[in-house]
Every structure is written in structure tokens, then in C-alpha cells.
T-cell receptor, first 112, second 115 residues
């Protein structure tokens, strides 16, 4: 079945560091790919999505590019802030299904 | 933005107990979902629904029932709670018609402890 793999369970950075969180997927066709962010004590919230090969999604300084060849959708941010500390989830949606398949999540901790 | 509320926010019960978790969304979304969140597993789908009276089986349904009574209200039922069901439960709704690009909006979660 379809699946999403996030390589890093935890990432620890300092403010102004460059962030990469890796997301790889396994699915047929062209699924929609999402990033969600979950702040402490809250539910996950939509960050952005991409639906086609080479499409870039972005929001709040975060971005990711849909790569069909490498089946990846890696999250990046040029300069993280302490307020970015959260859990980030990569997710996949397939046409014809109302379900999202989530990765295990990556906890980002940014220290000042 | 969609408003999804959950109650209670915290619940403690004993093994074999009967628990109902409630979810309400106020934006007339068609789809509603119940997830559980556990360390090492991320978010896992229990049940979902595309409208009042409808129920779809998710990926981890064992031990759970659910009922969608209205467009707004979706309930998760644990009739014989077990310690393995100790978890953080999230309800969500989505603004589409079941397509791959639908955005899901999550509630604040209910933390359930089964002793």
C-alpha cells in the first residue's frame, strides 16, 4: 500500500540555521503531497501542498518541491526561529480516496 | 478557517469502561475523521465519514465504533476500553469532496488514559 517515510524522528537546530526534513513516499500515479505542522498542545494544521511533479509548495518561509523521480517532498527553511519548534508531518493523498496517509512526524527543536 | 472542537479534552477511564469522544465542526464540511496519535506511529486513521449516517473504516478500527449523527457531529465510541487505547485522539474535517487535494482541519485533541 501507499506509505510516507520521514527519515528524521528529531532535529535540533539553532536559530538562523538551515532546515531540511526529509520525506519520501511510495505510491502509484501522482498523489497530492502535504506538510502539516503541530505546535505543542494543538492539533496539526495545514502548512502547504503540491499536486504535480516539480511543483513547489510554500508557506511561512517553508517550502518543498514535488519530485516524482526521487519520490520525495523534502521540507526546507532557510533560517529557522525558536517559534518554528513543532512536529512536522508529511502526508500523501490519493485521487479517489478521502484519506490522508501521514508519516511518523519529525520533532523540530530550535534553540536561541 | 474551519472550527473543529472536541470534548472532553481529557478523560480517564478504567479497563472495560465505556467512553464517548465528541467532535463538532461548524463549517458544514462533508468529511470528518478520527485519528489517534502515538509516539513512533504518527497519526493513524480510525474511522471517517462523508455525511450524516455514513461511516467508513479507517486503518486501525479494531476496538472502536463511530457514529455521524449530523453534518456537524461525529462521535468515537470505545465500548470496552483497554490500556492499549490510551492515546491522544484528534478529530478533523475536510473542505472537499473526497479528493486527493482536500485540506484537513484538526481539532485540539482529547487525551485518553485507560487505567
Amino acid at each position: 500500500g501507499d506509505s510516507v517515510t520521514q527519515t528524521e524522528g528529531q532535529v535540533a537546530l539553532s536559530e538562523e540555521d538551515f532546515l531540511t526534513i526529509h520525506c519520501n513516499y511510495s505510491a502509484s500515479g501522482y498523489p497530492a503531497l502535504f506538510w502539516y505542522v503541530q505546535y505543542p498542545g494543538e492539533g496539526p494544521q495545514f502548512l502547504f501542498r503540491a499536486s504535480r511533479d516539480k511543483e513547489k509548495g510554500s508557506s511561512r518561509g517553508f517550502e518543498a518541491t514535488y519530485n516524482k523521480e526521487t519520490t520525495s517532498f523534502h521540507l526546507q527553511k532557510a533560517s529557522v526561529q525558536e517559534s518554528d519548534s513543532a512536529v512536522y508531518y508529511c502526508a500523501l493523498g490519493q485521487g479517489g480516496s478521502a484519506k490522508l496517509i501521514f508519516g511518523e512526524g519529525t520533532k523540530l527543536t530550535v534553540s536561541s | 478557517e474551519a472550527a473543529v472542537t472536541q470534548s472532553p479534552r481529557n478523560k480517564v477511564t478504567v479497563t472495560g469502561g465505556n467512553v464517548t469522544l465528541s467532535c463538532r465542526q461548524t463549517n458544514s464540511h462533508n468529511y470528518m475523521y478520527w485519528y489517534r496519535q502515538d509516539t513512533g506511529h504518527g497519526l493513524r486513521l480510525i474511522h471517517y465519514s462523508y455525511g450524516a449516517g455514513n461511516l467508513q473504516i479507517g486503518d486501525v478500527p479494531d476496538g472502536y465504533k463511530a457514529t455521524r449523527t449530523t453534518q456537524e457531529d461525529f462521535f468515537l465510541l470505545l465500548e470496552l476500553a483497554s490500556p492499549s487505547q490510551t492515546s491522544l485522539y484528534f478529530c478533523a474535517s475536510s473542505d472537499g469532496w473526497g479528493g486527493a487535494e482536500d485540506t484537513q482541519y484538526f481539532g485540539p485533541g482529547t487525551r485518553l488514559l485507560v487505567l
